[in-house]
C-alpha cells in the first residue's frame, strides 16, 4: 500500500485541520495516510520519507512557523541530493495582507526540490478563505497516487 506521511508548520491550527483533511481524503482512496506536526518527527528520519505533502503557513513577516523551525534548519544543511528518493508537494497558507505572502510554503517548495526531491503536484497558495481551494488541491493530489 502507497504510504504518504503529511508534515504540518502551524501555529494556530489552521494547517493542522488541512493535513487530517488530507489523510481522510487519503484514507478514503485507500492510502496508508498519517499526519505529524513538523516538530513531531525525527528530523534524522526525514530523508526516507518517500512520499511527503506539507502544509505550511506563513508567520512573523515571511517566517516559518515556530514548530517548523527545528525540522527547516535541518533540511537546509541536507546534502544536493539526499532527498532523490522523495515525492513531495505542499500547500502554503497565509494571507495576502501580507508582503511575503504564503513565504514559508513557497521555501518548503523550494527546498525540498533544491534537495533532490521531486514535485508531483503544483504549490497551491492559499488566502484567508482557503477552504474550498484547499479541498480541490487535496483531491488533486490524492489522484496522482492512484
Ligand atoms: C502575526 C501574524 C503574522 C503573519 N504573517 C504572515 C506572512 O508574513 N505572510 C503570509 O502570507 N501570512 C501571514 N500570516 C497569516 C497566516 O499564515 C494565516 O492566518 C494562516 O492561515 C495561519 O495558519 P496556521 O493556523 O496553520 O498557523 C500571519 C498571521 C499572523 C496572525
Known amino acids: 500500500m502507497t504510504k504518504i506521511t503529511v508534515l504540518y508548520g502551524t ?5 493542522e485541520l488541512l493535513a487530517m483533511d488530507i489523510c481522510k481524503a487519503g484514507e478514503d482512496a485507500g492510502l496508508e495516510c498519517t499526519n505529524f506536526g513538523m516538530d513531531e518527527i525525527d528530523s534524522a528520519e526525514f530523508s526516507d520519507i518517500e512520499n511527503l505533502l506539507i502544509v505550511c503557513s506563513t508567520w512573523g513577516d515571511g ?3 515556530d514548530n517548523a523551525i527545528d525540522l527547516w534548519d535541518h533540511v537546509e544543511e541536507l546534502g544536493d541530493d539526499e532527498l ?3 515525492k513531495f508537494a505542499v500547500l502554503a497558507l497565509g494571507d495576502t495582507a501580507f508582503d511575503l505572502f504564503c513565504e514559508a510554503g513557497k521555501e518548503w517548495d ?3 526540490e533544491e534537495k533532490g526531491g521531486t514535485r508531483i503536484y503544483d504549490r ?14 487535496i483531491e488533486g493530489v490524492i489522484a496522482t497516487f492512484n
Open 11 to 15: 501555529e494556530t491550527g489552521n494547517s
Open 63 to 65: 517566517e516559518q512557523p
Open 84 to 86: 532523490q528518493n522523495m
Open 110 to 112: 523550494r527546498i525540498l
Open 124 to 137: 497551491i497558495d492559499c488566502d484567508v478563505d482557503y477552504e474550498d481551494e484547499a479541498e480541490e488541491w
